[in-house]
């Protein structure tokens, strides 16, 4: 069973074939990293415009990679939310249009959840989940958009235990490497930047929300901007600052993810999104868990369509089918 799959949710044009829902047959992404860099973030309208201008060359080498027919396919999963409205218009309006095209059945696929899927997609590479997984599953999502955490009980079916009241773990990376003048984005600056400093060198605050699975990351990075802003913290202190950041924020994910996977007997914890990409996030949580910790590969943790077409292969399996009034849902939950 071929899924093609569509993802422009924000800034990255992406187009992936995934055989089974684990077998990657192909997937091309092409990045807006550098058009977004003079911003110090997304700026939406060139992202969706950038969109226009890639997508259809990106679907089109997807197939080439793969070696797939259209005949060959059996379905069309796309990407319709959570996300910018304009780029998601632009992948959904490319989808329906080959779906209907092609006579092929049209899937929607929420974002959050293609990012859980990645963990199902063959890899070789460490960290990287078995095949025979078994629920229940305690889910990490963290992302520049979202700080989530989810109980998987089967494919489809989810508890939302808890998520970020207000910045997402991967936007305060963002927010204080803009602050610490580190090059976008800041996610992979501040982690590079971390490896030569000494985190305790700043002390930093933790939100721990007692008595919830919730998570608050504004107050850290306002604690980073006092730092600042009465002077300006000399260069050599840079990497200390880094550390001391990013030690905050994995205490807090690993602490509170731990917790939840112990209160409701998880299997294994698997991690996803942009920021668990991060390493210092996957030893802390290796070493803290009590149970297997599973991570996707750097390039599948971020976005991409492989995901999106392991999420549709599932999706497609029970049923789920759109018509040709699908829109978008920028504001799309998980549960």
Request: proline fraction near 6%; hydrophobic fraction near 45%.
């Amino acid at each position: 069973m071929l899924i093609l799959g569509i993802e422009t949710s924000c800034d990255e044009t992406a187009a992936a074939v995934v055989a089974d829902g684990r077998r990657i047959l192909s997937n091309v992404v092409a990045s807006q990293v550098d058009l977004h860099a003079q911003y110090g973030g997304v700026f939406p309208e060139l992202a969706s415009r950038a969109h226009i201008e890639a997508i259809v060359p990106v679907i089109w080498e997807a197939m080439a990679q793969a070696g797939a027919t259209w005949d060959d396919l059996t379905a069309i999963a796309v990407t319709v939310g959570p996300g910018l409205v304009g780029s998601l218009l632009v992948g959904v309006n490319v989808a329906k249009g080959l779906a209907l095209g092609r006579g092929l059945p049209l899937v929607p696929v929420n974002h959050l959840e293609a990012h859980l899927y990645a963990n199902w997609l063959e890899s070789d590479s460490e960290g990287a989940a078995p095949s025979d997984l078994s629920f229940p599953l305690l889910v990490l999502i963290v992302s520049g958009g979202h700080t989530e955490l989810v109980l998987m009980r089967g494919h489809g079916d989810y508890l939302y235990l808890g998520g970020t009241l207000d910045d997402a773990a991967g936007e305060a990376f963002d927010k204080v490497g803009r602050l610490l003048g580190l090059p976008y984005p800041g996610g992979p600056s501040i982690e590079q930047a971390a490896r030569s400093g000494d985190p305790a060198r700043f002390r930093l605050p933790r939100a721990w929300l007692e008595g919830t699975y919730d998570f608050s990351f504004s107050g850290l990075k306002t604690a980073v901007a006092r730092l600042i802003q009465p002077q300006e913290i000399p260069p050599r202190f840079i990497p200390d600052l880094a550390a001391a950041f990013q030690e905050a924020v994995v205490d807090v994910l690993v602490t509170k993810t731990v917790a939840a996977a112990q209160d409701y007997g998880a299997t294994a914890i698997l991690l996803s999104g942009g920021v668990s990409a991060n390493q210092a996030l996957r030893a802390a949580m290796r070493a803290r868990a009590g149970v297997p910790v599973y991570y996707p590969p750097p390039v599948l943790c971020t976005d991409n369509a492989a995901m999106v077409a392991a999420c549709g292969y599932f999706r497609y399996r029970s049923g789920a089918r759109a018509g040709w009034d699908l829109d978008v849902e920028p504001d799309l939950r998980l549960v």
